[in-house]
């Protein structure tokens, strides 16, 4: 049975991705990879407005890392806006610093303040 560990939808005019959590509150690391690498570019196609809520998302690679990148270059081609929340655990943490995506993607505390931050933009046209 393929289960799939994300979780799309609208909020506000702004298309979401999150993921599914188990009962300590974490997604699982290969399924949350495998999307990235595989389904992330395809699935949010056309979205001008995009929150990716790592909540519970441990860890991630370069598979997951170079597939956000290439839709942070695609909205800022579209005039899109893209915004990360849930950027908490340690681990992931340090990967943004070490990698300085943490410069790159604008990251927010809550989900609210990133779906604000990215519908700002495109309000103010």
Same mark, same amino acid.
């Given at each position: ?27 699982? $690391? ?6 990235? @690498? ?7 196609? +056309?979205? /001008? ?16 890392? +170079? ?12 005039? +899109?806006?893209? @915004?990360? #929340? +849930?950027?908490?655990?340690? $681990?992931?943490?340090?990967?943004? $610093?070490?990698? /300085? ?8 505390? #809550? ?15």
């Amino acid at each position: 049975m393929n289960v799939s560990p994300v979780v799309q939808q609208e909020e506000n005019g702004v298309h979401i991705v999150s993921f599914q959590h188990d009962q300590q509150g974490q997604a699982n $690391a290969d399924l949350v990879l495998t999307y990235f @690498a595989n389904e992330f570019l395809p699935g949010t196609a +056309g979205h /001008r407005r995009l929150v990716i809520d790592l909540t519970g998302v441990l860890s991630l690679n370069s598979a997951s890392l +170079g597939p956000l990148v290439q839709k942070l270059r695609e909205m800022h081609d579209l005039d +899109g806006h893209l @915004a990360l #929340t +849930g950027v908490t655990s340690p $681990a992931l943490k340090e990967i943004f $610093a070490l990698t /300085r995506f943490d410069k790159v993607f604008p990251i927010y505390a #809550t989900r609210a303040e990133a779906i604000a931050a990215v519908r700002g933009p495109a309000n103010a046209k």
